[in-house]
């Protein structure tokens, strides 16, 4: 069985014509032509190109237009948008030049002001356009930063490596436990030596003065105080 046409359903001799399969309603039609992004895009066209290209610009020619540059891009091909960017970065710098010289012209100070703020407007955009042209023509590569250690003062970075590391994650993997290095208890000899220092055990008791011997006669006072 032959797959029936679509229909035109003209619903301005003006506007773009609307095609509504055998299975749509057209209401449904006129929907889904109104998302369509090179609708959209030729019908500001058609209402921004009357001093360019006059009146008579075909809307449905410019839709099958803009259609096929949008394929040429899904497919890869960026030389339609890089001959846009590159045309729009030298228009603007045309209206750049344009109205710093009528900036130039002006007897007011005012009125200088006014045209030459215009006129580094346009100088911005253009350099912005040759900036996503560039971005555009070549990418900027992702860089992945490990480790970033940041200090205003002296820093100690302790960074497992090798199989030594390794290790370490393997065994944190498989629950086992392991004694971190960075925070080990100090080791206290007190007749051990290599023991590690323990605050529970009881400590014999020492004396923590030493002999004092009597004063030599020498050193006596003279005179019995009192």
Do not use: W
């Not at 309603?25 to 500001?44: C, D, F, H, K, Y």
């Amino acid at each position: 069985m032959r797959k029936a046409k679509a229909k035109s359903v003209v619903v301005n001799p003006d506007a773009m014509p609307v095609y509504r399969a055998p299975e749509q309603t057209t209401e449904q039609a006129l929907s889904r032509t109104a998302l369509r992004p090179s609708i959209n895009g030729a019908s500001v066209m058609k209402a921004y190109q009357g001093n360019i290209m006059g009146k008579d610009a075909d809307l449905s020619e410019l839709v099958k237009g803009l259609s096929d540059s949008c394929k040429r891009v899904n497919g890869g091909d960026l030389s339609t948008l890089e001959a846009m960017l590159v045309s729009q970065a030298t228009a603007l710098q045309t209206i750049f030049t344009s109205l710093a010289r009528r900036a130039q012209d002006q007897e007011y100070q005012k009125n200088l002001e006014a045209f030459l703020g215009l006129a580094l407007k346009a100088q911005a955009q253009s350099r912005a356009t040759i900036s996503a042209l560039v971005d555009l023509k070549y990418p900027r590569q992702a860089t992945f930063v490990k480790q970033a250690n940041i200090a205003h003062g002296p820093q100690q970075v302790n960074n497992g490596a090798g199989a030594d590391g390794s290790a370490r994650v393997h065994a944190q993997a498989h629950g086992e436990k392991s004694a971190p290095e960075q925070s080990k208890l100090l080791e206290a000899e007190h007749g051990q030596p290599g023991g590690r220092m323990d605050t529970r055990a009881a400590q014999a008791a020492e004396r923590s003065y030493q002999a004092v011997e009597t004063v030599a006669k020498i050193h006596r006072a003279k005179k019995p105080r009192g």
